[in-house]
């Protein structure tokens, strides 16, 4: 396994239970174990997470990645070593210097945001993907804005019950399975489960057109379950 | 009482029981001569104290007699000695010390812990010069002829870690030429240069005094600038050269085997892991000075020789494992056993590993726990098996090591008991816990419970996974019909696999067609002729000649190309690759080649000269330039060879016509090994050697000599002289760079291998794995991988053949069962994991329900890089699921 | 004529190879030994085992690795040596 494969919901889970710090341990940038150069991709992982956890009042260094060699066990131990102390110094989650954030409150936003993590790999796609030459490029990788704005302008996806007609076709196609469905059933997104792929809004035939993308608003409340039958005019006929 | 500690090149001490080095194998105590008992008769203390009874101080050497089919010699090197020179005061300045003895300085395992300590005072040295040649390229009593061909390289890597050390340290290099003559060394050397405070400078030197109270030593030297100086420091290390083995003279007698005038293996030039005995084969640098890669693919070249001679008996000696029938245990609550290692006192020491024990046992799930002392053991790898089957463990967790070494042992001791192999996981307590907190040992403890408890929430969640077992298709294909390809293709088929050899011209040969002799006397059109005939001769060879590959799929074990030739279009099918498409030579832009045909490149003079072309033979004057269009810009490597080239070409001449004027302009004169010998011999023949520097190259006009006669007029500056130059020119050879071949993008995206910066193909690792690639049953050889002469290119080739028969040997390969796999569900097409998978291991493929990535397991390296960025979780990598890793992070929570 | 006197000179090789084979299967000639375990040695008794051969390996110093296990890295990678 390499260090590509630690995603970015392990990091939010750890500091989620709690965890005072993090460090990820990868190969030596250009020296990847296998050939895909995965560590690149840690390392964005970890600018994008350091900006999200500015952006909900933690200290971004309380996550770290270091790039060592398996034979660089001395190295490893003296991270380790300095990694612990700056730990320490830093105090515990939520209660460091410039955080002072309640612990219940750390624990909702951190639950809010592992939630977008399907959503955040799909904007940040590009990004996440890119291969950085040189540290100065680091911290301007991700933005304070950008982040503000990723979670500000929330995607979400709505079933307009007026154009639905129960075609079954992104029911079928919803990766998450999150669309309440039936035959004849007006279709509804269950927005607990959907994870905004946009897989409903591009499939959806285009003479319905019934999926909206909705950015920054409120989704409009789902229709009475009393309410999604269809009645077809042409069959009444 | 201790001793000097010979591992460590006597700086520190050791007691005579000890470990030979921390990560030694076998890992195992072991008493050395400086025993008391053993000199005296006294002690025996060790005896007393060993609770298993293990030492027998009265054990004597046996004398065991086994019957062999083949020899393979490999005793290495020594490294010279400075001592039998009394000028390097070697033993006698407390501060000038050896490469070797550096390396240990520098090493965490070393005799300060990684501290670069002068011997006198224990202080860091912050001023330190190299003296390189030390032993090598000398004509003297003590010293060697020959160049050692791996200082030059070493030495900069020794200031490179030194800056790593202490960044403000002053490093000298004194030189005679930088021979940065292998794959990637140009590069290394100019990273070597650019730091800030290094020096090298190009002056034979001597070492003349010890300054009293501070212990500095001052070296003395000369530069055309300034002529001879004197400066002082604080540290000197002797650049060693390579020597044969201690004791070779009785080593050859013992086997009967010749020795060269160099005190070396005496070798078939064309198959230079041959010895003068037949069945007794060679590798490593007991052939002459040799780096790492070349003494790995020797080894490979020479066991695939002694296999050839020994086929017959293949796999009759050797036993097939055969485990016990896999237990289903899908249905049962997961019953763990966690064995606890104490790794010596590698883990003992720092971890409390009683106290750990106890803890396990009150881990929910944990059925049993045990501490060993050395879990890797014959005997506790046997007691985890036992117990495992005992107590109905379906899980089994060893607390000890990193996976990366150890694994595979307790997989297969997990399955010895019955056990799918992947119900196995590895706490890494030593390198993760008790290396890193050796002062902390309470924390450390601690640490080591939370380790563990992590590593029993994993397992809970383990599944057994099955690993493929591919069929190998027995057949090889070979790309490219040079000398490299050809030689791979005849050792190959000799132990009677099928192959299928192809090369892009209408003959075999590639470029040795051009090259008639070797420097060492070697008639090469013969030797071609002849191994052409074998290869056309031999049944189980099949040629494609004037043949392009259009197509190449599938994977180690089952690859299928098609080859469109002389006979048409044919799909071959076979297990493994050896990609030997050989290189190109540079066509020069400068210094008028191709505007006067008086200037030709190495190649075309070695024709000419064959030819006996009047024009060259009797030329009054000729010239060389080395490095053309390499060693710059465009192209930033040495091409290895063509000092080589030029001094056998220069020979060559002298032998026709002793009278002509040679002159060899040259940036650093490259001969390393044992060709060191004809660049002196050259310079003995009077040839003239004129360095220039690349900022201030020669400049090639077409004018008139004195007496009227058209010549080419040369200028160059003479640095030490000081002047610039005039040659009148009657041929001027260019040292043309070899040059990448033509097809090797193409042959690169067709086997899915990688080309390395400067366009050659890429190995998989440079020291270990040198004849292979990332990608699974590919090989290679020959100038594909780096310019080299031809005997080098013989050896790689049985190098590779080496490998590939050991692949070839086997009914099967085994992929393992960590591999991704699609909920097709759940995939929505977004195609994040087909861009990022490198092995080309995910497809799309189209359904119903829109596009939907599949995995091609035998593809799948099990990096998971896919699983992490997939958006919605339809990817999964097995053995490290989203659920087994949560588990762990969830449990690393839960506190003791 | 030449070609004639190759033709019995490889018979003769020929049939003196099988000899010794013979020989060579009658008695337990057929394992292999690797004399020095440094890197080369290593690889050489890794691919022979690999292939099916009983390999002896064996080295003067109490460990194997020679002189390549002393080394602190190797260049150019500057990778570990062990």
């Known amino acids: 396994m390499c260090s590509g494969r630690v995603d970015l919901e392990f990091v939010l889970r750890a500091f989620s239970n709690g965890m005072d710090g993090l460090l990820i341990g990868g190969c030596r940038l250009n020296e990847c174990n296998y050939i895909t150069h995965g560590n690149y991709h840690a390392l964005t992982m970890v600018l994008l997470c350091r900006k999200i956890m500015e952006h909900i009042g933690l200290n971004p260094e309380r996550l770290r990645i270091e790039f060592m060699s398996s034979a660089e066990g001395n190295r490893f131990a003296e991270v380790m070593g300095e990694f612990g102390n700056e730990v320490k110094e830093l105090g515990p989650l939520g209660k460091g210097k410039g955080e002072g954030i309640d612990q219940n409150e750390l624990k909702s936003k951190l639950a809010e945001i592992t939630k977008l993590v399907p959503y955040i790999k799909l904007v940040k796609n590009e990004k996440l993907a890119s291969r950085l030459k040189n540290p100065e490029e680091y911290d301007k990788l991700f933005t304070k804005d950008e982040i503000d704005k990723l979670f500000s302008e929330v995607i979400s996806y709505y079933i307009d019950p007026e154009k639905c007609q129960a075609c079954m076709t992104c029911a079928k196609r919803c990766p998450a399975e999150a669309i309440i469905s039936a035959k004849n059933q007006i279709h509804v997104i269950d927005q607990e489960k959907c994870i905004k792929c946009g897989t409903c809004f591009e499939v959806c035939p285009p003479k319905f057109r019934a999926v909206t993308k909705i950015s920054g608003e409120p989704v409009p409340p789902p229709i009475p379950e009393e309410k999604r039958t269809i009645v077809r005019k042409g069959k009444e006929k | 009482m201790k001793y000097p500690d010979q591992f460590n090149q006597e700086i520190s001490k050791n007691k005579a029981v000890h470990i030979y080095f921390a990560q030694a194998i076998p890992l195992i105590t072991y008493i050395d001569e400086s025993c008391l008992y053993l000199k005296e008769k006294k002690c025996r203390i060790c005896e007393g104290v060993c609770k298993n009874q293990a030492i027998d101080l009265n054990q004597t050497a046996e004398k065991v007699e086994v019957n062999v089919g083949a020899i393979i010699l490999s005793p290495g090197l020594e490294p010279f000695d400075p001592k039998v020179r009394d000028e390097y005061r070697y033993g006698k300045f407390e501060n000038v010390v050896t490469s070797m003895d550096y390396e240990r300085l520098m090493c965490a395992t070393g005799p300060y812990e990684g501290e670069i300590l002068r011997a006198s005072d224990k202080r860091h040295p912050h001023k330190i010069a190299w003296i390189q040649c030390v032993g090598s390229r000398q004509v003297i009593p003590g010293g060697n002829s020959y160049c050692s061909s791996v200082c030059c390289t070493y030495t900069q890597k020794q200031v490179i870690l030194t800056k790593e050390h202490d960044a403000e340290a002053e490093c000298t290099i004194f030189h005679n030429d930088i021979r940065s003559y292998g794959k990637d060394f140009e590069r290394f050397f100019q990273r070597t240069e650019r730091l800030p405070g290094i020096r090298f400078i190009r002056s034979y030197t001597s070492i003349v005094k010890e300054d009293p109270k501070s212990k500095n030593v001052t070296i003395r030297y000369s530069i055309p600038e300034d002529g001879v100086k004197e400066e002082e420091f604080d540290m000197v290390v002797l650049s060693v050269g390579l020597n044969p083995p201690a004791d070779v003279k009785d080593l050859a007698k013992r086997f009967g085997i010749e020795l060269n005038h160099h005190d070396y293996c005496k070798v078939n030039p064309v198959n230079p892991m041959e010895t003068t005995r037949p069945g007794i084969f060679v590798s490593g640098a007991f052939q002459g000075p040799t780096d790492i890669p070349e003494s790995v693919f020797t080894a490979s070249g020479a066991g695939s020789q002694c296999a050839q001679l020994l086929d017959y008996r293949r796999g009759k000696l050797a036993k097939e494992r055969i485990y016990p029938p896999e237990r289903d245990v899908s249905e049962e609550e997961p019953r763990i056993g966690v064995f606890v290692c104490h790794c010596g006192a590698n883990i003992g020491r720092v971890v409390n590993v009683p106290d750990t024990v106890e803890y396990c046992k009150t881990l929910p799930n944990v059925v049993y726990a045990q501490e060993q002392l050395f879990s890797c053991a014959t005997n506790c790898a046997k007691e985890i098996t036992d117990m495992t089957k005992e107590k109905g463990l379906n899980r089994v967790i060893v607390a000890a090591c990193s996976p990366r070494t150890l694994e595979p042992l307790f997989r297969d001791t997990v399955r010895e008991a019955g056990l799918n192999q992947y119900y196995y996981d590895m706490a890494n307590i030593r390198e993760q816990c008790s290396w890193v907190h050796s002062k902390e040992k309470e924390e450390a403890t601690g640490k080591a419970k939370d380790i563990i408890r992590m590593s029993v929430a994993r397992a809970c969640l383990l599944e057994p996974l099955q690993e493929i077992n591919l069929p190998v298709n027995k057949a090889a294909l070979v790309v490219g019909g040079g000398i490299a390809g050809m030689t791979c293709a005849l050792s190959i088929a000799s132990q009677g696999h099928e192959v299928y050899l192809v090369e892009k011209e209408k003959n075999l040969g590639g470029t040795a067609r051009r090259i008639h002799t070797t420097l060492e006397g070697l008639d090469v059109q013969a030797y071609l002729s002849d191994l052409v005939r074998k290869v056309n001769q031999n049944p189980s060879i099949h040629v494609y000649t004037d043949a392009t590959i259009t197509g190449a799929a599938g994977y180690v074990g089952n690859f299928v190309t098609t080859v469109k030739s002389d006979r048409g279009v044919t799909e071959i099918r076979h297990g493994a690759a050896v990609i030997a498409v050989g290189a190109d030579v540079y066509k020069p832009a400068e210094y008028l080649y191709g505007e006067d045909d008086r200037v030709m490149t190495h190649l075309e003079l070695e024709e000419q000269i064959n030819k006996g072309d009047e024009k060259v033979v009797h030329a009054e004057s000729l010239v060389m330039i080395q490095c053309v269009g390499c060693r710059n810009e465009d192209r930033n490597y040495c091409s290895r060879i063509c000092c080589y080239e030029s001094i056998k070409n220069a020979l060559k001449l002298k032998e026709i016509n002793p009278k002509m004027d040679i002159y060899i302009l040259f940036r650093d004169m490259r001969t390393y090994g044992f060709s060191e010998d004809y660049y002196r011999k050259a310079a003995d023949k009077e040839v003239k050697f004129i360095r220039y520097e690349p900022q201030d190259k020669p400049e090639v006009k077409v004018g008139e000599s004195d007496d009227g006669r058209p010549v080419l007029k040369v200028t160059a500056t003479d640095y030490i002289l000081g002047n610039r130059l005039e040659i009148d020119a009657d041929i001027i050879c260019l040292a043309a760079a070899v040059i990448p071949s033509a097809g090797s993008k193409e042959v690169s995206q067709l086997f899915k291998v990688t080309l390395g910066p400067d366009g050659f193909f890429q190995e998989a690792h440079v020291k270990l794995r040198p004849v292979e690639f990332g990608a699974d049953g590919v090989y290679l050889c020959g100038t594909a991988h780096y310019p080299k002469l031809i005997s080098e290119a013989i050896e790689q080739a049985y190098g590779a053949a080496g490998r590939v028969l050991t692949l070839l040997s086997h009914d099967t390969v085994i992929a393992s069962g960590s591999v991704c796999e699609v909920d097709e569900k759940k995939c929505m097409g977004c195609g994040q994991c087909v861009a990022v998978c490198t092995y080309s291991a995910i497809e799309f493929r189209e359904t119903k329900q829109g596009k939907k990535a599949v995995v091609i397991p035998v593809l799948c390296k099990g990096d998971g890089l896919c699983n992490s960025k997939c958006p919605t979780g339809a990817i999964r990598l097995k053995h490290f699921t989203d659920e087994e890793l949560l588990a762990q992070i969830d449990a690393a929570a839960e506190d003791e | ?82």
């Open chain 3, 1 to 82: 004529m030449e070609k004639e006197l190759e033709k019995i000179e490889d018979q003769i090789r020929k049939s003196l190879a099988d000899s010794i084979r013979k020989s060579f299967t009658d008695s337990h000639f057929g394992d292999v030994m690797v004399v020095g375990g440094g890197v080369s040695g290593v690889q050489a008794s890794l691919d022979l085992a690999t292939a099916g051969f009983k390999v002896y390996l064996v080295d003067k110093a109490p460990a194997i690795g020679g002189h390549m296990a002393q080394l602190d890295k190797t260049f150019p990678t500057n990778d570990c040596s062990i």
